[in-house]
């Protein structure tokens, strides 16, 4: 059974600080791996989806990896701001389509 | 094109009342999906539907049933709601589950059963 794991649960960084948030998970047999975003009280914003052929995807300030080797993908995000404060979510899929999310690591970046 | 739209955004109901929750959306996508979100729990599958007239259960679906009439529909129905049916509910679809599809999700439902 899939299982995805996101460390750390919160973190507050520094504005103009680099970040990287992490997301692990047992079965490396996965479709895609898709990570979110989710501001409190809202639904989920799609940020980046990497597919099972890929190693990574960007956009804008934003960078996702994976390595499905080691069951593992990292979301970059370059010259944190204010705005960039949420909470982000990774979730997998694999040939049972059912996906999988992590419980999110809450993003706080102080101004 | 409004994409996933959810309704009611907000319900109270009463232990024992039974309602259903709507979602629909407006991009011919195959695949669709209900979701709980509890603090501290993540998001949890509850049922899919992977085409009109296809559904099956998720990792949570007791107490919930659904239907898939049409490939823009996809209902939620609480039989006979209990307090521990109290989360924020969410609908999501996707082109098809499986490789390189981008899933979409509505704005979400927040019920609380007294």
């Known amino acids: 059974k899939q299982e995805v794991t996101q460390i750390p649960a919160a973190l507050s960084v520094p504005e103009g600080e680099n970040l990287v948030l992490n997301c692990s998970f047992t079965d490396s047999a996965i479709y895609n791996l898709q990570w979110f975003r989710q501001d409190p009280g809202k639904g989920l914003t799609s940020l980046l989806l990497i597919q099972s052929s890929q190693r990574e995807q960007t956009s804008g300030r934003l960078n996702a990896s994976l390595d499905k080797s080691s069951g593992r993908s990292t979301l970059y995000i370059a010259a944190s701001q204010p705005g960039d404060s949420a909470t982000y979510l990774c979730?997998?899929?694999?040939?049972?389509?059912?996906?999988?999310f992590g419980t999110g690591t809450r993003l706080k970046v102080l101004a | 094109n409004a994409g996933v739209t959810q309704t009611p955004k907000f319900q109270v109901l009463k232990t024992g009342q039974s309602m259903t929750l709507q979602c629909a959306q407006d991009?011919?996508?195959?695949?669709m999906s209900w979701y709980r979100q509890d603090p501290g729990m993540g998001l949890r599958l509850i049922h899919y539907?992977?085409?009109?007239?296809?559904?099956d259960q998720g990792e949570v679906p007791n107490g919930y049933n659904v239907s898939r009439s049409t490939t823009e529909d996809f209902p939620l129905r609480l039989l006979s709601a209990a307090p521990s049916q109290t989360s924020v509910y969410f609908c999501a679809s996707s082109y098809e589950a499986g490789v390189g599809n981008e899933q979409f999700f509505g704005p979400g439902t927040r019920l609380t059963v007294l």
């Open positions: 539907s992977v085409g009109a007239g296809i559904t």
């Open positions: 979730a997998s899929t694999s040939g049972t389509y059912k996906y999988i």
């Open positions: 991009m011919n996508h195959e695949y």
